[in-house]
C-alpha cells in the first residue's frame, strides 16, 4: 500500500504515477507525460515564486518521468535550488535529482558544490550525511578538486558522528577510484587505518572498504592494517551469537565484515609475524570447523551468510598457498559441497576448486574428485554450472586422466552451446599435446574435434596438428591411414578436407602400398571434396596435387588433366590460377630429380617459443600477431637454420631453396610451432566469451 | 557493486542505482541486456551469472526481480545478503512491502539504499541504525508545511 502516512505523500505525484500506469498504450503515456512537462514547465517559467513544497513536488515528477526512460532537459535548476533549503525532504529531492541528471553545466556545478559545502560545514549530521551521499553518488572530477582534502578531516575527527564517518569514508572511496591523482592519504593514512579499531561496527564496515582498495594501491604505506584486522576478525570469529547484537545476521556474526577482513587480507601476503599468523591460522580454522557443525537455523540467510565467510576464508587460503594442511581441509570442504542440494552452493565450489587444482600442495586432493565434476558436467541442469565443471576438469587435468578427462570433454562437446565452443576446443586441444604420451591419441583427438564441432576449431588447432605430425615420425603414417579414413564420411568438415589434403600430400606414401588407399584412390578421394571447398582450401589441395605429382609418378596424368582444365588455369581467383598454371609447368618441364627437391618432405619445425615468439607477443599482443611479422620471424628462424639462401647451404639439415619455400610454404608461414599461441588463443576467447555469453538465452 | 536493478517480470524497471559512471545510452544498453538476461532464467538455475566481466547476483522476491552486478572477485553469497538485507529494509520501512510501495515511493526506496549501500560498498549493516537514520530523517519534516491549495490537496496541480 503506498505509505502516505510517512513524511508527507506529494498526492499531486501519486495521482500522476496513477495516471500513468493507467495509461493503455505507449503513445497515451507519451501523451500525459507530454501534458506534465508542458505544465511543469510552466509554472517554472511563471510569475508566481513556486514554494518549496511545489518545487520539490515538481522536480520529483520529473525525476519520476526520467527514471520511466524520457529525456529531461530542465528542471536542474529548480533542483539546484531545493538544495539550499533548510527543509530536509526539499534537499533530499534535490540531492537526489541532481545525484542522477547528472549534468556538466559549470555554473550549476559551482551552485552544486556551494551547496555541498555549506551543508558540510553545517554540522548537522543529517545534512552533512546527505552531502556526502551525493558526491559518493556523483563522484565527479569537479567535486573531487573541490572536497578530497576536506572529507578526510571529517572522517578522523573526534567529534564527527559514526554516521557522518561511515559515509565519509566510502566518499573517500568513490573518489579515489574516479581520482585517485586528487586523494592525497599522506598524513591521514594512520588515522584511517586506526578506524579499524573503531568501537562502531558500522564505522569499521565502511572504513575496511576505503583501506581495502587503498591498500592494493599502496601496500607498504598501509601493511600496520594487516594485524589489526587479524584481531579483528579473530574476535568476531570467537563471538558468541549474542554479542555482536545487531551485527548479527540470523545467528552469524558480523557477516559482512568479516567477508570484508578477509578480502583485505588477501591484499597482502601470509603475516611473518608468529603470533599475528598463528591466530590467523586458529581463525581460518575456526571458520573451516564451524562448516561442520550443525546449522544455527534453517533459513537459507543462515547458510549463505556462513558459506559466504568460508568460501572467503578459502579464497585466502588459496591466496596464500602456504598451508597444506588448510588447503587440504578447504578442499574436502569443496568437495562435499560439490553435492549439495543447492545449485548455488555446487556452482561456487566448482569454481574455488579450480583456483585450488592449480596449487602443488592440493592438485592430488583435487583429482580425488573427478568423478563427481564428470557428473555435474554430464547431468547439471544450468549450462554455467556445466561450464564451470568443463574448467575445473581442465585446471584438474595430468598425465595421470588426461586421456579420461578429454574423452569426457569431446562427448560434452557434441551438445555444448555454440557460445562455448571454441573456448572448448582450444582447451581440449591444449590438454591433448600437453599430457599426450602417445600421439597417435593426440591425432585421433584433434580429428574427432575436427568431426565434432568443426565450425569451431580455429586455425592455429590444425596447424599445430599438422606441424606435430610432420615433426613427429612416429606418428605420420598412422596420421595418413586416420586422416583417409576420416576423409571417406559422405559429410566431412571442411577443416577436415585441409588436414587431409596436407597429410596426404605429405605422407601419402605411408599408406599408398594397401590397395584401398593407394595413389589414385587417395587422389579422387581428395578431388571429389574438391568443389565443395572454399578457396584456400582448394589451394591447398592443389598443393597437394603436385605433391602427388612427385610421390606417385603414375598420377602424373590424371592430375595434370585435371591442372589443365579450365576450370583451373582460368579460374577467376589469382591465387588458384597462379598456382595450377605453375604446377601444371613445373610438372612438365621439371625432371624428376629437380621436382623431388622442390617438394620434398617438410623439414621439421623448429621450435619457437623463445626469442622469437617472445618478441612477436611483444610487439602487438597474444594472438594479434600479423601474417608479415610472422613471415619475418620465420625468415629470422630460418636464417638460424641457415636456409635462408638460394640454392642452399650445408649447414642446415634441410636446406629449401627459397622459391620453393614461397611457393609450396607460403601459405602455411604463419604456422606457429608453440603450443604457447594456443593458450594465447584460449585466453582472449575466453575473454570475449564473457563479453557474448548467454546471448543464446 | 557497478549497479543494482529492480524490475518487475514484465521487465519495467522500478529502481536503478548506478555505482560507476557511465552514460545515459550505455545505462539504458546495459539494463536492457540484463534485464533480458535474467528474465530468461528458470527456477531452478543458480542465482549468478557471468555477464562480460562482470558477475550477476540476482534474486526474485514476490513479483521484483533484485539484481547487482559485482566485480569478478567479489562474493557472491554475500551479496545474495545485501540483497535480502534492503529487503527486510524495505518491508520494516513500508510494512510488507510489495512492489507499488516502490512504484510510488520510488524516492524513499533510493534513500533507504543509500543509507545502506554507498559508492557500492555496504555502509551500515545493522538494520536498526539504518532505520533509524532514516526515521530520524522522516521526523525532521514534521514541521509546519506552507498551506497548500485546494487543488494541490486533491492532486490536480
Redesign the interface.
Known amino acids: 500500500?503506498?505509505?502516505v502516512s510517512?513524511?508527507?505523500g506529494m498526492?499531486?505525484l501519486?495521482?500522476?504515477?496513477s495516471d500513468i500506469?493507467n495509461c493503455k498504450s505507449k503513445e497515451a503515456e507519451i501523451k500525459r507525460i507530454n501534458k506534465e512537462l508542458a505544465?511543469i514547465r510552466s509554472?517554472f517559467k511563471g510569475d508566481k515564486a513556486l514554494?518549496?513544497?511545489?518545487k520539490k513536488k515538481y522536480v520529483?515528477k520529473l525525476?519520476?518521468i526520467f527514471?520511466l526512460?524520457h529525456?529531461i532537459d530542465f528542471g536542474h535548476m529548480e533542483a539546484v535550488n531545493l538544495l539550499s533549503s533548510n527543509?530536509?525532504?526539499e534537499k533530499?529531492?534535490g540531492y537526489?535529482f541532481i545525484s542522477v541528471l547528472v549534468n556538466s553545466n559549470s555554473e550549476l556545478i559551482r551552485l552544486i558544490n556551494n551547496a555541498i559545502k555549506n551543508d558540510l560545514s553545517s554540522r548537522n549530521p543529517?545534512f552533512m550525511?546527505l552531502a556526502?551521499?551525493c558526491i559518493?553518488?556523483v563522484?565527479s572530477r569537479e567535486m573531487a578538486e573541490a572536497f578530497a582534502g576536506e572529507i578526510p578531516r571529517i572522517l578522523v575527527a573526534g567529534d564527527t558522528m559514526d554516521?557522518v564517518k561511515?559515509?565519509a569514508?566510502?566518499?573517500l572511496?568513490?573518489l579515489y577510484?574516479?581520482s585517485p591523482d586528487l586523494v592525497l592519504m599522506g598524513e591521514w593514512t594512520s588515522r584511517v587505518v586506526h578506524l579499524l579499531n573503531d568501537q562502531h561496527?558500522?564505522v569499521v564496515?565502511?572504513a575496511i572498504?576505503l583501506i581495502t582498495c587503498l591498500s592494493q594501491k599502496n601496500p607498504d604505506e598501509f601493511k600496520t592494517c594487516v594485524s589489526l584486522a587479524v584481531s579483528r576478525l579473530s574476535r568476531i570469529v570467537s563471538s558468541a551469537s549474542t554479542d555482536l547484537q545487531?551485527?548479527t545476521?540470523y545467528f552469524v556474526p558480523?557477516?559482512?565484515?568479516s567477508?570484508k577482513l578477509l578480502?583485505l587480507l588477501q591484499c597482502y601476503p601470509p603475516p611473518e609475524d608468529g603470533a599475528v599468523k598463528g591466530r590467523l591460522v586458529e581463525c581460518l580454522e575456526t571458520i573451516l570447523n564451524k562448516a561442520q557443525e550443525p546449522p544455527k537455523s534453517k533459513k537459507v540467510?543462515h547458510s549463505?551468510?556462513k558459506?559466504?565467510i568460508l568460501?572467503?576464508a578459502i579464497s585466502l587460503i588459496i591466496h596464500y598457498d602456504s598451508e597444506p594442511n588448510l588447503l587440504v581441509r578447504a578442499c574436502n570442504q569443496l568437495g562435499q559441497f560439490l553435492q549439495h542440494r543447492e545449485?548455488?552452493l555446487?556452482?561456487?565450489a566448482l569454481e574455488s576448486m579450480c583456483t585450488l587444482a592449480s596449487s602443488e600442495f592440493s592438485h592430488e586432493a583435487v583429482k580425488t574428485h573427478i568423478e563427481t565434476v564428470i557428473n555435474a558436467l554430464k547431468t547439471e541442469?544450468?549450462v554455467?554450472?556445466r561450464q564451470r565443471a568443463a574448467d575445473l576438469l581442465y585446471a584438474m587435468c595430468d598425465r595421470s586422466n588426461a586421456k579420461q578427462i578429454v574423452a569426457e570433454m569431446l562427448s560434452y562437446l557434441e551438445t555444448a552451446d555454440y557460445s562455448i565452443r571454441e573456448e572448448m576446443v582450444l582447451k581440449v586441444a591444449i590438454l591433448a599435446e600437453k599430457y599426450a604420451v602417445d600421439y597417435s591419441w593426440y591425432v585421433d583427438t584433434i580429428l574427432n574435434l575436427i568431426r565434432i564441432a568443426g565450425d569451431y576449431v580455429s586455425e592455429e588447432v590444425w596447424y599445430r596438428v599438422i606441424q606435430i605430425v610432420i615433426n613427429r615420425d612416429d606418428v605420420q603414417g598412422y596420421a595418413a591411414k586416420t586422416v583417409f579414413e576420416a576423409l571417406q564420411a559422405p559429410a566431412c568438415h571442411e577443416n577436415m578436407v585441409k588436414v587431409g589434403g596436407y597429410i596426404l600430400g605429405e605422407f601419402g606414401n605411408l599408406i599408398a602400398g594397401d590397395p584401398r588407399s593407394s595413389p589414385l584412390v587417395q587422389f579422387n578421394l581428395l578431388h571429389s571434396k574438391f568443389h565443395l571447398c572454399s578457396v584456400p582450401t582448394r589451394a591447398l589441395l592443389l598443393s597437394a596435387y603436385i605433391k602427388f605429382i612427385n610421390l606417385f609418378p603414375e598420377t602424373k596424368s590424371t592430375i595434370q588433366e585435371v591442372l589443365r582444365s579450365d576450370s583451373q588455369i582460368r579460374n577467376s581467383d589469382v591465387e588458384l590460377q597462379q598456382r595450377a598454371v605453375e604446377y601444371l609447368k613445373l610438372s612438365s618441364i621439371a625432371s624428376t630429380d629437380v621436382l623431388a627437391t622442390v617438394l620434398e618432405e617438410m623439414p621439421p619445425f623448429p621450435e619457437r617459443e623463445s626469442s622469437i615468439l617472445a618478441k612477436l607477443k611483444k610487439k602487438k599482443g597474444p594472438g594479434a600477431v600479423s601474417v608479415n611479422e610472422l613471415e619475418e620471424g620465420k625468415r629470422e628462424a630460418g636464417e638460424l637454420n641457415g636456409g635462408g639462401e638460394r640454392g642452399g647451404d650445408t649447414h642446415s639439415p634441410t636446406s629449401l631453396p627459397l622459391f620453393s619455400q614461397t611457393t609450396i610454404t607460403h601459405s602455411f608461414s604463419h604456422i606457429i610451432s608453440s603450443s604457447l599461441v594456443l593458450e594465447d588463443r584460449m585466453q582472449n576467447v575466453v575473454k570475449n566469451n564473457?563479453?557474448q555469453?548467454?546471448f543464446c538465452? | 557493486m557497478q549497479f543494482m536493478l529492480l524490475f518487475s517480470r514484465q521487465g519495467k524497471?522500478r529502481l536503478?542505482k548506478w555505482?560507476a559512471?557511465l552514460s545515459?545510452t550505455q545505462k539504458?544498453k546495459i539494463s536492457r541486456e540484463v534485464i533480458?538476461?535474467v528474465l530468461?532464467?528458470?527456477p531452478?538455475?543458480?542465482?549468478?551469472?557471468?555477464?562480460?566481466?562482470l558477475k550477476i547476483v540476482y534474486k526474485r522476491y514476490a513479483s521484483l526481480y533484485f539484481c547487482c552486478a559485482v566485480e569478478d572477485?567479489e562474493?557472491?553469497?554475500?551479496t545474495?545478503?545485501?540483497i535480502?538485507?534492503y529487503v527486510e529494509l524495505l518491508d520494516k520501512?513500508?510494512?510488507s512491502v510489495?512492489e507499488?510501495?516502490i512504484?510510488?515511493?520510488?524516492?524513499?526506496a533510493?534513500?533507504i539504499l543509500?543509507e545502506f549501500i554507498?559508492?557500492?560498498?555496504?555502509?551500515?549493516?545493522?538494520?536498526?541504525?539504518v532505520l533509524k537514520?532514516i526515521e530520524?530523517?522522516?521526523m525532521?519534516?514534521e514541521?509546519a508545511?506552507?498551506p497548500?491549495s485546494v487543488l494541490?490537496?486533491?492532486?490536480?496541480?
Not at chain 2, 494541490?152 to 496541480?157: C, F, H, P, S, Y
Open positions: 500500500m503506498p505509505a510517512k513524511g508527507d498526492r499531486g501519486a495521482v500522476f504515477i500506469r505544465n509554472k514554494d518549496g513544497y511545489s520529483c525525476l519520476f527514471l526512460g529525456d527543509k530536509y525532504t533530499q529531492i537526489l543529517t550525511c556526502l551521499h559518493a553518488n563522484g554516521s561511515q559515509s569514508a566510502l566518499c572511496l568513490r577510484k574516479t561496527m558500522g564496515t565502511a572498504s545487531d551485527y545476521y558480523a557477516p559482512w565484515l567477508c578480502r540467510q549463505n551468510a558459506n559466504a568460501f572467503e545449485t548455488n555446487r556452482y561456487l541442469r544450468d554455467s554450472v564473457h563479453k555469453m548467454f538465452f | 524497471l536503478q555505482y559512471p545515459d539504458k533480458q538476461m530468461a532464467r528458470k531452478k538455475m543458480c542465482s549468478f551469472l557471468e555477464w562480460r566481466d572477485q562474493n557472491e553469497l554475500i545474495l545478503e545485501i535480502h538485507r520501512y513500508f510494512g510489495c507499488l510501495d512504484i510510488f515511493n520510488f524516492e524513499k533510493y534513500y543509500d554507498l559508492g557500492g560498498e555496504a555502509q551500515e549493516t545493522s538494520k536498526k541504525n537514520a530520524q530523517a522522516d525532521l519534516q514541521e508545511e506552507t497548500r494541490e490537496e486533491i492532486g490536480l496541480t
